[in-house]
Every structure is written in C-alpha cells, then in structure tokens.
C-alpha cells in the first residue's frame, strides 16, 4: 500500500462535549498516518469547541472549520471545501473508530482500485454496557453497483450512512450534502450512481453511538429518511433491476416513519397521507416478494385492506408515552 496516500477525516461536531474528545483521539490514533483531521466545529452552549482547540494544540494535523450558523449539510460542505485527501471519510463528534480502520479501508479501495470501501461497525447504547451491537458479515469483497445495491437493501450489513465508508475523493468532491434532515442518505443517493467499484472490509472497526437525546430516530428525521429512500428505490429502478427488493425495502421505510410518528405521538392521518399512498401501491409487491417476512407480509396485506395493523393495536391498548420532538442538542 502506498502511504503517499493522504485521507481527509471531516468531523462533524456540535453540543457534544462528552464525546468529542474520545472521537478526536480516536482518528489522531489511528494506525494509518497520513491524515488531515478537519474539525467543522458548530459553537453550542457546551464546552465542544474548547475541546477541539485542546486537541488541535497537540496534533498539527488536526483542522478546525469554525461553522457558526451552518447546518450539517453545510458544515459537511465546508469540511470538503478545505480538504486535501485523496480520500475522505466522514464522522459525527459522538462516535469514535478503533485504530485501525482507516487503514484497512485504505488498503481495501487500494487493493481492488475501488471507489469507496465500507467496514463492519458496532451500534453502542449508551446506556447499554453490553458492548453493542455488531454488523459483519462474510460478504465477497468487491461489489459492483447492482450487487452493492442488492446488499443494501437487505438492511442486513451495510447502509446508507456516510460514517463507514471511505470514498475516492475526486469522485465525489462537487456532489454537495443539503439542508434536508437526513442530508447524509440524500447526499448518498447521489454518491452510489457516481461510483462502479464498492469494497467490503469484514471487520467491526466503526462505533455509532446511540445517545438517549439523538434525533435520529425522531418522526420528522424518519419522514425525510423515508423521502430519501424514495429517491434511492427510484434510482435503482430506473436501472431495470432488483425491483421487488426496491419495493420492499420502502415500504419497511414507510413502515418505520409511521411507527417513530405514533411513538412520538406526531402521528395524524393528514400527515402521513403520503407515506399511506405509497405503502398502498407497494403491498402487493411486498405480498409477492418471497424474501419478505411473514409479519411484514401481514402489514402489507392489511394495508392493502385500508387500514394499518399498528395504528388500530396502539390506539386501543398500549398509548405509547410521547417524547419530545426536539431538545437543545439536536442539529438542524
């Protein structure tokens, strides 16, 4: 492997004190050296910004975009606009990597002269000291596009993340991230119809950390994944295959905005009116499909029915108890 090779390491980085230092660490750590660790640092009442000027003391690799005012999208953009890398791979300031991802990836998308290489990674709870849960799998290590996308739809592994990839920096650095929740999945679909050559590193070597205040999993964040995987169904299709796996893989997405809706107590028939109509043109794709579960089949043909089996069972027994819809470290 040629280490000439320079990745840009754009971290993204707001309200996130209790965190960030660790993620910091872990990329200055990292076993692989030719990096350039940009710090698209938005300020917040918190002590983030503090930090990240401690750790750029010590490391004179490390960058610090000061993006006050910005949103993700643009704070990601910005950290693009100054990078340098041959490759690029983007991080949020509460997750952390083990030493030697960055290495294998490089040395994967090397090896196979691929477009972007994509690790194994470990959802941690924060709460949870069971050690997470981990998403490997013994998969061929070279994907082209249609087999790329094959793998993604099944949720199984890998998906639309930006966080567990590292991508070929000239092949991607004019695609620029939105102001959309969810910019990454938007920002995304626009990657995978850029890049051939996908490679699979069957290791665990990236941590997501699901905080107990995240908005990732919050009725507006989920609607505009959902509109995101619209988009993605859409591009796969127009290629003329995978197409009951497409119309599956939405209408779980549809099924998942309308669950984090009800949850949050957000749901109301106008709002998800759209999202209905689409599950309603999909069920009997879903009904067909021989890879759907048994449940997920059920969920078709009584939405096929006019009527959702989820709404009916939480509106008459169980009420889940509301949450909030934002809270102050929530990023727009």
Request: aromatic share 12%; charged share 30%; hydrophobic share 35%.
């Amino acid at each position: 492997m040629s280490m000439s090779k320079k990745v840009s390491v754009v971290i993204l980085i707001y309200m996130v004190e209790e965190y960030v230092e660790k993620c910091i660490k872990s990329v200055c750590n990292q076993t692989f050296n030719e990096l350039e660790i940009i710090l698209a640092v938005r300020r917040g009442e918190d002590h983030s910004f503090e930090i990240c000027e401690r750790c750029a003391a010590g490391d004179t690799r490390i960058k610090i975009v000061d993006r006050q005012g910005k949103t993700r999208g643009q704070g990601r953009n910005e950290g693009m606009r100054v990078a340098t890398g041959d490759y690029i791979l983007f991080v949020d300031g509460d997750d952390w990597m083990e030493p030697t991802m960055i290495e294998r990836l490089v040395s994967s998308i090397e090896e196979y002269q691929a477009d972007a290489a994509i690790c194994g990674d470990i959802y941690e709870n924060e709460d949870d000291q069971k050690g997470g849960v981990k998403h490997i799998a013994a998969l061929p290590k070279v994907f082209n596009r249609e087999s790329f996308y094959r793998e993604l739809l099944t949720r199984k592994t890998f998906g639309v993340e930006v966080w567990n990839k590292l991508y070929r920096f000239s092949k991607i650095k004019d695609i620029a991230f939105g102001d959309e929740q969810a910019e990454d999945r938007f920002w995304s679909n626009q990657v995978f119809e850029r890049l051939d050559v996908f490679t699979y590193v069957p290791s665990a070597e990236f941590h997501y950390v699901i905080r107990g205040n995240s908005g990732s999993r919050k009725p507006h964040v989920m609607e505009s994944s959902m509109q995101a995987d619209c988009i993605l169904v859409e591009n796969i299709k127009k290629h003329g295959y995978l197409m009951q796996e497409a119309s599956y893989y939405l209408f779980c997405s549809c099924y998942a905005a309308v669950y984090a809706a009800l949850h949050f107590d957000y749901f109301s028939f106008d709002s998800c009116e759209t999202t209905y109509e689409t599950m309603k043109n999909l069920w009997k794709d879903v009904v067909r499909y021989p890879g759907a579960r048994k449940q997920d089949k059920v969920k078709a043909l009584l939405t096929g029915l006019g009527f959702h089996p989820l709404i009916w069972f939480v509106r008459t027994s169980i009420r889940l108890m509301p949450a909030g819809l934002f809270d102050e470290t929530e990023e727009k």
